[in-house]
């Protein structure tokens, strides 16, 4: 029982690149899928995550308008779409799975959530 996630790698600036969150020995129906990240020497920060049950999503500011998660419940799998990379984006981006709702409480509690990826790396830079 796992989440593996796939994907990262080097981008350049206002790139664009779709990390991936593959679930393993269940399935993802009726949970919330998180994504978050967090750079070297920095905190832990949340990025978005989705409710498999009605698709609705939360993102964090930081991210809005250029990130999209999504998920394809029958392939138990969910990505993040990043679009117009900044160098701060750089990152280890891990999923996160649990039930409850996504949301800005849900993220928040996220020392709490049930399931986690091993991460994968993000860097963004010419």
């Known amino acids: 029982v796992q989440l593996v996630e796939s994907g990262g790698g080097l981008v350049q600036p206002g790139g664009s690149l779709r990390i991936f969150c593959t679930a393993s020995?269940?399935?993802?129906?009726?949970?919330?899928i998180g994504w978050f990240r967090q750079a070297p020497g920095k905190e832990h920060e949340g990025v978005g995550c989705i409710n498999e049950n009605d698709g609705s999503t939360y993102y964090e500011e930081s991210v809005k308008g250029r990130f999209t998660v999504a998920i394809d419940s029958a392939k138990k799998t969910a990505w993040l779409q990043m679009n117009s990379l900044k160098p701060e984006d750089t990152a280890t981006y891990y999923c996160a799975a649990d039930t409850g709702e996504c949301g800005e409480q849900w993220m928040w509690g996220y020392r709490y959530l049930e399931r986690w990826g091993q991460g994968t790396l993000v860097s963004v830079s010419s």
């Open positions: 020995g269940f399935t993802l129906e009726n949970y919330a």
